[in-house]
């Protein structure tokens, strides 16, 4: 065991302190910069997020993309800008939150470039090329090319977000040339990179903008500040900024920045779903390159087990582990592994729900950890909860996601739980979908919390117990909390169609629940119905394909699975389908199922077209299981002592896996709580009014 500490001695690895230029991180544990929907609009919600890492004992924390300037930035996506001096105060709050407990505070400054549509601040965009911008959703905009005029500018913006960095109190800038998103890659990369001047051609040319604006930066922070460069470690295309190239210019450049951030080329690459990568998936591109530089080298691979950890530095790949989905699930990551408390470690599933909150524009959320973004807005903590109020005990009907968080947080609260679940398996749906293919590690939603039960005395769990509605009265509890989960319809009803069509008897009809319990076809041609559109509908196509299904996939979307668009999987999604001979039925409507098929139409043209099938899956809406919460509040249930009844997660609204552990969530903190009558349920910040024009 290491000296007064509870840690293993096999992890003190971890533990050892690190240089970053003037600055020293106490440990190697280093969240590297991601968004979370907050940038500009919520402040002080995001200032808390951080704060809370620094809590859970990171070494190292930054901020999200920060846009230095209104000539680059990225709406509809939500960032943070330090574009004049009235951003620094929201910013040096940030700073001083992430050094609270002792962390290095760190701001990532980007300039997009030719990835900057400028549709809110309607600047024309500038690029180290012109070009099309080149945007998640084909802004038809384009970039002129930046003069020589416009580069010193350019660096003249930099310098002063340096100065502001500085003044916000921050310990470290993040020079963001990483997924295609950062000026620093415009330049390296020849595929954005076309120009004929000083800054293209060669790759010292094509390095020259990147040496300036580290120069000006040790300039303008007087070397009191560490300079850190994120990079890809390889950029996809023919032009691209290959691996072997990358390993070029860090030879060439072996001392330039302070620290080494290398990431997968695309955002899409770097931060795949664990249906797809595995833990550590970047080491091969980054193995060899700490030979390259005598400055630290931090790579991202969503670490979530420190014996991995451990190997990675062990081995001399990586100096700084390097998270940012694993801290956002479990902010206290490192404390946890310093403690030795294994088993209260939150894994990350490698969903990516965290990213669709940046994606749409709204506020992120995680499926594991409730808390994250609610810090501020709610009050919640991913590690603390309030003492229960003045009632006793509770029973929670279902076992699957939101029932499982509402009783270990209603048991941490102190309440006396009952659990009651009808099946013997806990998990509910994540019991069934971790068995299918490439989503094992969703399990892990089902296991933590199952774990933080069962040494809990006041918290009693009771399997294969169907309750009736008699039942639920006669257990005595003060509050009933009905989380039953919800079951796949079994027919077309979804967003193409809000009624039913014809469907003849003949056609053997299944949903993602049979399949699920072991059922549906094992052999033949099967179509699919996807009018969910998020990742049930493809994983059932592996599974058939798997099975030795010949599969058709018919959707009233022009591709498969499009909401994975937000969670970064949908053009992964769509190639696998084809590589596994899936046939696509693209912008196609089922008009009436048939005995032997169906009659299709056009989702635009009406056109009618016909696809044979042996059998049919419908993946296309949910229906909430509510039975027993109506029978229960038919029943006259306050004169038998109860104080409430609620229904929550998909048994109210079906939804994500995510949103049902955040019902958990909001159930078991609001219980007892006082009545807020017309008050928000969180806090929120509204932005001040400016004076008006003069006259």
């Given amino acids: 065991m290491a000296k007064d500490s509870l840690r293993d001695s096999r ?11 003037p600055k020293v991180a106490k440990n190697r544990f280093f969240q590297v910069p991601h968004c979370n929907g907050g940038g500009y609009r919520d402040p002080s919600a995001v200032a808390e997020m951080r704060r809370t890492k620094a809590e859970g004992g990171w070494g190292v924390i930054f901020t999200e993309q920060t846009e230095i300037h209104p000539t680059s930035e990225i709406t509809p996506f939500i960032e943070q800008h330090l574009w004049e001096d009235k951003d620094i105060p929201a910013l040096a709050a940030m700073a001083e939150a992430m050094k609270s407990h002792g962390a290095l505070a760190g701001i990532q400054l980007a300039y997009s470039g030719i990835n900057g549509p400028n549709l809110y601040s309607r600047e024309v965009p500038l690029a180290v090329s012109a070009g099309p911008i080149l945007t998640f959703t084909s802004d038809p905009v384009q970039a002129r090319a930046l003069d020589r005029e416009d580069i010193r500018e350019l660096r003249g913006w930099f ?36 120009r004929d001047d000083e800054y293209g051609g060669s790759l010292e040319n094509r390095s020259r903008f990147l040496r300036e604006v580290v120069e000006d930066a040790r300039e303008v922070t007087k070397g009191e500040m560490g300079i850190t460069l994120r990079l890809s470690l390889h950029e996809e295309g023919p032009k691209g900024l290959s691996n072997a190239e990358l390993r070029e210019f860090i030879a060439l450049n072996a001392e330039v920045p302070d620290l080494w951030d290398l990431a997968h080329g695309t955002w899409e690459a770097c931060s795949g779903t664990s249906r797809f990568k595995p833990e550590a998936a970047q080491e091969e591109l980054v193995r060899g390159i700490k030979a390259l530089t005598p400055k630290p080298v931090v790579g991202v691979g969503r670490f979530t087990s420190a014996d991995e950890m451990v190997r990675q530095v062990r081995s001399g790949v990586l100096d700084f582990i390097g998270a940012a989905r694993p801290s956002i699930a479990d902010p206290f990551l490192p404390k946890k592994i310093e403690e030795g408390r294994f088993e209260d470690i939150r894994e990350c599933i490698g969903c990516n729900i965290c990213v669709s909150g940046d994606m749409t524009g709204a ?13 501020w807005r709610k009050g919640w903590h991913p590690e603390r909860v309030r003492a229960k109020g003045p009632s006793d005990s509770v029973l929670i009907v279902g076992a699957g996601p939101a029932g499982l968080e509402a009783a270990q947080l209603l048991g941490k609260r102190g309440y006396r739980v009952t659990l009651a679940e009808a099946g013997r398996e806990l998990g509910g749906r994540v019991a069934r979908e971790r068995k299918l293919p490439g989503l094992s590690a969703w399990g892990r939603v089902a296991d933590y919390r199952v774990g933080q039960i069962a040494p809990m005395p006041n918290v009693e769990v009771y399997r294969e117990s169907l309750l009736s509605a008699e039942d639920v009265l006669a257990m005595g509890a ?14 077309v009803v979804a967003r193409r169609h809000l009624a039913p069509i ?82 696509l039925e693209l912008s196609r409507v089922p008009e009436a199922v048939e005995a032997d098929g169906l009659r299709l139409s056009c989702a635009y043209t009406g056109r009618e077209s016909r696809i044979a099938a042996e059998a049919l899956v419908l993946v296309t809406s949910r229906v909430a299981e509510e039975g027993l ?5 038919a029943l006259d249930w306050q004169s038998a002592g109860i104080a409430s009844v609620k229904r929550i997660g998909d048994a109210e609204a079906p939804g994500p896996i995510a949103w049902a552990t955040y019902a958990g969530r909001r159930y078991a903190e609001e219980l007892d709580a006082p009545d807020r009558g017309e008050a928000l349920s969180f806090r929120r910040e509204v932005a001040r009014l400016e004076p008006g024009l003069p006259g």
């Fill in 478 to 491: 003060e509050h009933v909390c009905i989380a039953t989960g919800a079951t796949w319809r079994r027919d």
């Fill in 363 to 375: 506020i992120s959320r995680c499926t594991q950890n409730t808390a994250f973004m609610e810090e």
């Fill in 629 to 633: 919460f109506r029978a229960v509040r």
């Fill in 11 to 21: 992890y003190d690895v971890l533990f050892e302190p690190v240089r970053i230029g």
């Fill in 502 to 583: 014809a469907m003849d008897s003949a056609m053997p009809v299944f949903t993602p629940d049979d399949l699920m319990a072991g059922g549906g076809p094992i052999r033949g041609r099967v179509a699919i119905y996807d009018d969910d559109h998020f990742y049930m509908g493809s994983v059932l196509a592996e599974l058939l394909v798997a099975r030795g299904c010949e599969v058709v996939f018919v959707t009233p979307a022009v591709k498969v699975a499009e909401w994975t668009e937000n969670t970064l999987e949908q053009g992964i999604i769509q190639r696998r389908l084809l590589d596994l001979g899936v046939r």
């Fill in 159 to 194: 310098r002063a977000a340096f100065r502001r960095s500085h003044q916000a109190g921050f310990d470290l800038i993040c020079l963001y040339g990483a997924h295609g998103f950062g000026i620093f890659q415009h330049f390296l990369s020849r595929a954005t990179n076309l």
